[in-house]
């Protein structure tokens, strides 16, 4: 076998010949137990049409490439294309049985290196006010916070919610699709003079939830969403130059890990998470704690305030 013809291999194909079942599937979304790292709980995602998976644990992702030399602690292309004619596998694929049972929200994962920008608008396109709308998210707030952007993957064009990161890239999120063009943190530092205080956010839903319980459009101390937990690296000097450090993490084992390193780490640490320790995230919270506004009455509400 050649590289091109292992990429055209199913992940959830390869993943089932080596007893690996998925626990949960929703549409073409494949929820696992990590197979290369110990977890309870199913954070490993395989999108099935895709043919990508991203791990939300490590905050790594990719191709089935990628994945074999995770699992088997590989250190290249060769390396895999040896595993595979080693175990022949061409002979020993059984066919992926299917199950639409879950209830697991459906999104599009894709790696960054396959996304290129097209252009980048103010945020006003009405299917993405309705998925902010969706998330409980103050569409005054996210037109402050957050752009249009549209993007292309291969010959397909999408257009998502953009978040702008250190890098100058995008977070991009819209109801079926979650990924970036960039992984990086997302740094407001609102007053030099004010630095006694930090949030820590995991990802900028999360940071427009916030914004949107406390009725602003900016937070007033210094603020660092990290978009995954993976960039936690490129945050600590920030966060814990802070006297006082508020952390909004997911209460998941990600998050749970990552505030107990910022808690060995910081001078002062106060978890935000067990305000809402009934709820995945704080936007869980504040989608079972805010009731919906219809698209009109906030496109209403948003043009009386000159919002346009």
């Given at each position: 076998m050649n590289s091109s013809q292992i990429k055209n291999i199913k992940?959830?194909?390869?993943?089932?010949?080596k007893g690996i079942q998925p626990k949960h599937i929703k549409g073409a979304d494949y929820w696992y137990i990590s197979p290369y790292r110990e977890e309870k709980t199913p954070s490993f995602k395989v999108n099935n049409d895709?043919?990508?998976w991203y791990d939300y644990g490590?905050?790594?992702g990719g191709n089935i490439i990628d994945l074999i030399m995770r699992m088997y602690n590989l250190n290249s292309v060769t390396e895999v294309l040896s595993h595979f004619n080693n175990s022949?596998?061409?002979q020993n694929i059984i066919p992926q049985k299917q199950s639409d049972s879950f209830s697991f929200d459906q999104h599009r994962e894709l790696i960054s290196t396959g996304i290129t920008i097209l252009k980048v608008l103010p945020l006003t396109n009405r299917a993405l006010l309705e998925y902010l709308i969706d998330?409980?998210?103050?569409?005054d707030i996210a037109k402050k916070n957050c752009k249009e952007?549209?993007?292309?993957?291969g010959d397909k064009r999408y257009f998502a919610v953009g978040f702008k990161n250190e890098s100058g890239g995008y977070e991009l999120r819209d109801k079926y699709f979650k990924g970036c063009t960039s992984k990086d943190i997302s740094v407001f530092k609102p007053n030099s003079n004010n630095t006694e205080a930090c949030?820590?956010?995991?990802?900028?839903?999360?940071?427009?939830?916030?914004?949107?319980?406390?009725?602003i459009n900016k937070p007033i101390v210094d603020t660092v969403i990290l978009n995954s937990v993976s960039n936690l690296t490129k945050a600590i000097d920030l966060i814990k130059s802070h006297p006082k450090v508020y952390t909004y993490?997911?209460?998941?084992?990600?998050?749970?890990?990552?505030?107990?390193?910022?808690?060995?780490?910081c001078y002062a640490l106060i978890d935000k998470s067990v305000k809402y320790t009934d709820h995945k995230d704080l936007n869980e919270y504040l989608c079972n704690t805010q009731p919906k506004q219809n698209i009109q009455q906030a496109m209403r509400i948003n043009k009386s305030k000159g919002i346009r």
């Open positions: 992940i959830t194909d390869y993943l089932y010949n895709l043919n990508v490590t905050g790594q022949n596998y061409q998330r409980r998210i103050n569409l952007v549209y993007y292309s993957v949030l820590v956010f995991e990802g900028f839903m999360d940071y427009l939830s916030y914004l949107t319980i406390k009725k993490l997911d209460n998941d084992e990600a998050g749970k890990t990552t505030t107990e390193l910022l808690n060995k780490t």
